[in-house]
Nanobody
C-alpha cells in the first residue's frame, strides 16, 4: 500500500481546505484497511484527527476537531482509492504537517494502529 497526501498550503484563519490522500494498493488485492488522518505540529507528537473504515465507510473524528473536520472516501477505483479530509474554520493551532495512513482498523485513533504512512502535506494557518 502506498499513500500520498496533498492539498495543504498557507491560508488565513477561518479559511477551509480539502486535503486528499491517494491510496494505491496492489491490483486485485483483497486487503481491507482503515485510513486515518493525523497532524503533527512542530515539536509535538503526531495526533489523531479522523479515520474512516473500508468496509461500510464508518468514520470517526477526534472530539477536538469533529465539529470542523470531515473525512470521506471514494472507493470507485478498487486499486486507487481517494480519501479526503475537509477542514473548515481553520485556526492557528491547526498548523502542522498532515499525514494519511493505512491500517487494519484495530486501533483506529492511535499511531501504532497504522502500518503505512504517506509523506505528509504542510498546512500553515496565519491570523
Amino acid at each position: 500500500v502506498q499513500l500520498q497526501a496533498s492539498g495543504g498550503g498557507s491560508v488565513q484563519a477561518g479559511d477551509s481546505l480539502k486535503l486528499s490522500c491517494v491510496v494505491s494498493r496492489r491490483p486485485r488485492s483483497n486487503f481491507e484497511y482503515a485510513i486515518g488522518w493525523f497532524r503533527q505540529a512542530q515539536g509535538k507528537d503526531r495526533e489523531f484527527l479522523c479515520a474512516i473504515r473500508d468496509n461500510g465507510g464508518r468514520s470517526t473524528c477526534a472530539e477536538a476537531v469533529k465539529d470542523r473536520f470531515t473525512i470521506s472516501r471514494d472507493n470507485s477505483d478498487k486499486d486507487k482509492n481517494m480519501v479526503y479530509l475537509q477542514v473548515n474554520s481553520l485556526k492557528g493551532e491547526d498548523t502542522g504537517v498532515y499525514y494519511c495512513a493505512a491500517g487494519p482498523g484495530w486501533r483506529i485513533a492511535e499511531v501504532p494502529g497504522y502500518n503505512y504512512w504517506g509523506q505528509g502535506t504542510q498546512v500553515t494557518v496565519s491570523s
